[in-house]
């Protein structure tokens, strides 16, 4: 059923099939009880005229014509009728049988009296029902209305319970958006229940995908203004360099000082793009990019390439009982080796070792360095974004630190730096090992 413009209210449609549902049952019950009562008024008439046949064996003591009893008798020989009480009965054989006189139906028992050559008594009586009667239907129709009226009340009344969680959904998802952006779990009906999780869900999807195109945008304002304010004193540089060169007839000594300064400029500039770029690239992380990780492998891949490339450093690895842990491979890459760069090329370390220890749920990783070590008021600060220690060389683009913070982050843990045994600097990274962590960690970088 439907109604012009708007489809009915859920309750409106419980109280409608509560009705129907009545309504068949009632038409059931009904038609069983005709059938019962049917049989049971047969049964009843067929003893009540086995009580007159029984009472009126002989012909002189059939006297009842009154409540609609009609009697006949004949003779058995010639058939004629011998008397009669009431209207006069069709001649039936001996036994039970449904006649109609005159338009009326009776039940007749034919019986014979042993009495003057035998005689063929018939009795018969209406088979009229009082349970069944005509007169009775308009009762009925009225009991079967008033079934269906109770039963479309106590629908739409049991229903209410039922749809008011959906009444409350619906109120809390209008004043999405006007004030209020959390939806508080329902209860009540099971399937209104589930609706209100999957709506909450989605709402926390939607969330995730607006953080994260907002992440994404403040990344791309971030890289714009850090680069545009990191890039403008060595570019600068650049030019009035290379203004030099054009304008003035340079001596070879003097030119090539001024070649060396724009190559170091150059490679300046290069650093901080790549950083700028990993830095964008952290906050970009997604979930679903995570991965086991081997540490013990990582580190030893970090060890062998810092050594080939720091010259005269001795790195060693000790993971005995590193494990994997979930995260983004080349993010704690990133990490681990800007510590150990950080050691080698700010610090002046030859010697650097690399401990890990499992202390479920995480993972520390030291790193111990025995070069010029950083102050220890500065040990925090350098953590910042484009930070630079006292001690670090020059051309760095001080954000290598910033990228080992990030990552920590990322992965669930955080960066200490600290005084370290072997006379330099130690750092401990600490990550998750707990995969619900990293990504909780992961969505809110």
Known sequence: MRWPGRSASLRTRVAIAATLAAAIVVALLAVLTSFVLAN?????????????????MYPEQLQDAKHGVLTTGRSRSTGQVVFQRGFQLPPLPPGTATVEVNGVDYRVRTVLVEQAGGILVSIGIREDSLLLSRARIPIYVLIGSLALLVAAGLGWILAGPAVRPLHKLTEQTRRLGKGSEHLEP????????????????????????????????QAAQDFAANAAHELRTPLTAMRADLDTLRIHDLPDDE???VVADLSRAQRRVEAIITALGQLASGQLARAEDREPIDVAEMLDRVARENTRSGGEVEITVEADDAGTVWGWPAGLRLAVDNLVRNAITHGGATRVVLTVHRHEPQLTITIDDNGRGLPAEEHEAVLGRFARGSTAAAGGSGLGLALVAQQAALHGGRIELSDGPLGGL??????STALETVARAGNAG
């Open 426 to 431: 130690r750092a401990t990274l600490t990550v």
């Open 186 to 217: 329902v209860h009540g009906a099971r399937e209104a229940e589930d609706l209100s999780e999957a709506m909450a869900q989605m709402l926390r999807r939607l969330a995730d995908a607006q953080a994260a195109t907002t992440n994404s945008l």
């Open 40 to 56: 049971n008024d047969a049964a009843q008439l067929d003893r009540r005229l086995d009580s007159i046949v029984d009472a009126s």
């Open 255 to 257: 030119r090539a000082e």
